[in-house]
């Protein structure tokens, strides 16, 4: 008899967890599996963190481009205050001009792709952060769930979508790292 009503509440338990599906599954803790998944790009870009990134680099971006633009109409301007002036002038004093503006052009473009390089590079850092941060989480989230392995899901062929451990691992950054405005505790 025991074994009867044992095995009817293991049959139960398998029954709603099909019933509610493996996201509803995770509600309870991460399914109990040696091998995990996580789509690590959507664990960055629907994370409080992330989203704030985003953001402030998006803005940062668009400030650049303003500059640029700026920059260009001013070199057009000077292009053509100096092709108009060629016809009047001593050829050998328009090429010095032309020169001497032609290395503005250059050092201006150098300048402008180094803070581009800048820009990308401190996005890069943030990300770095988050993944130093997301570490010890998906660290814990692997041990409750018995794994020895988390991979990300665009290296996968195949996988159970139960094995998948975005939506809690995103859940718990969020606590721990918030929007990244204010220091972790």
């Not at 010095?96 to 990308?120: G, H, P, W, Y």
Request: aromatic share 6%; charged share 30%.
């Amino acid at each position: 008899m025991r074994w009867l009503v044992g095995s009817l509440a293991c049959s139960l338990a398998a029954c709603l967890w099909l019933l509610a599906g493996p996201a509803d599954a995770q509600r309870f803790g991460p399914v109990q599996s040696p091998i995990l998944t996580i789509d690590s790009d959507r664990l960055f870009s629907e994370s409080d963190f992330g989203k704030q990134t985003v953001a402030e680099f998006e803005a940062r971006g668009a400030e650049l481009a303003a500059e640029n633009r700026g920059i260009e109409d001013q070199l057009e301007t000077e292009e053509q205050a100096l092709t108009e002036q060629r016809a009047t002038m001593d050829p050998t004093e328009f090429r010095e001009l032309a020169d001497a503006f032609d290395a503005k052009v250059q050092t201006t473009r150098r300048t402008q792709d180094a803070k581009n390089r800048a820009l990308s590079q401190d996005f890069e850092q943030r990300r770095n952060v988050f993944l130093n941060a997301a570490a010890p989480v998906l660290e814990g989230l692997m041990r409750e769930a018995g794994a020895a392995v988390i991979m990300d899901k665009r290296s996968l062929f195949l996988s159970s979508n139960a094995i998948d451990i975005t939506d809690m691992a995103l859940g718990r950054l969020n606590e721990v790292l918030g929007d990244g405005t204010e220091p972790a505790e």
